[in-house]
T-cell receptor
């Protein structure tokens, strides 16, 4: 079993829709969690950190469920510019940083 | 600020050749990282550094070496290139007040070993 698993997608949704995807992790001792976005042939960019109580940044909401060992990302009122690959990142320690393979999102007009 | 810069952008190597991938940051970040990303895969940590003169191995260090003589620069050396090292290499950095997963990435170096 992979340490961090994401549905590769692609998720193809119309503009304005709400879309959510999950990321599961296998190590219950994982310390912190993040979502990055990566555009095609570009570097990853931090989207948001994920906090235990859940957190929101504009149209984006991140949740952590430690009991079931997953994190989620919800995007409301999706825009064309949200089309990208979303990478889940799980940290065990300073040297144990695990990136998921990413979920591809495509927003259609 | 230029942020994190990487050179070259692209490189083709023959099996057995060596090269150095350059990474520099101008944000006075003490933490720096090297990752590789294979097609359709997540990033894997090769080496990292917590400050000048200090480096440590990540998940996939074999076939690579690093040095950190200054805060700004963190070059990655490939000795005896192999086809398995064909990948996109990203350098990243973060400041001391950021959480370990909150990193700034450079634009990457696409390396092909033939």
């Amino acid at each position: 079993r992979k340490e961090v698993e994401q549905d590769p997608g692609p998720f193809n949704v119309p503009e304005g829709a709400t879309v959510a995807f999950n990321c599961t992790y296998s190590n219950s001792a994982s310390q912190s969690f993040f979502w990055y976005r990566q555009d095609c042939r570009k570097e990853p960019k931090l989207l948001m950190s994920v906090y235990s109580s859940g957190n929101e940044d504009g149209r984006f909401t991140a949740q952590l469920n430690r009991a079931s060992q997953y994190i989620s990302l919800l995007i409301r009122d999706s825009k064309l510019s949200d089309s990208a690959t979303y990478l889940c990142v799980v940290l065990h320690s300073a040297s144990k940083i695990i990136f998921g393979s990413g979920t591809r999102l495509s927003i259609r007009p | 600020n230029a942020g994190v810069t990487q050179t070259p952008k692209f490189r083709i190597l023959k099996i057995g050749q060596s090269m150095t991938l350059q990474c520099a940051q101008d944000m006075n970040h003490n933490y720096m990282y090297w990752y590789r990303q294979d097609p359709g895969m997540g990033l894997k940590l090769i080496y990292y550094s917590v400050g000048a003169g200090i480096t440590d191995k990540g998940e996939v260090p074999n076939g690579y070496n690093v040095s950190r003589s200054t805060t700004e620069d963190f070059p990655l050396r490939l000795e005896l290139a192999a086809p398995s090292q064909t990948s996109v290499y990203f350098c990243a950095s973060r400041g001391p007040d950021s959480r370990p997963g909150e990193q700034f990435f450079g634009p990457g170096t696409r390396l092909t070993v033939l």
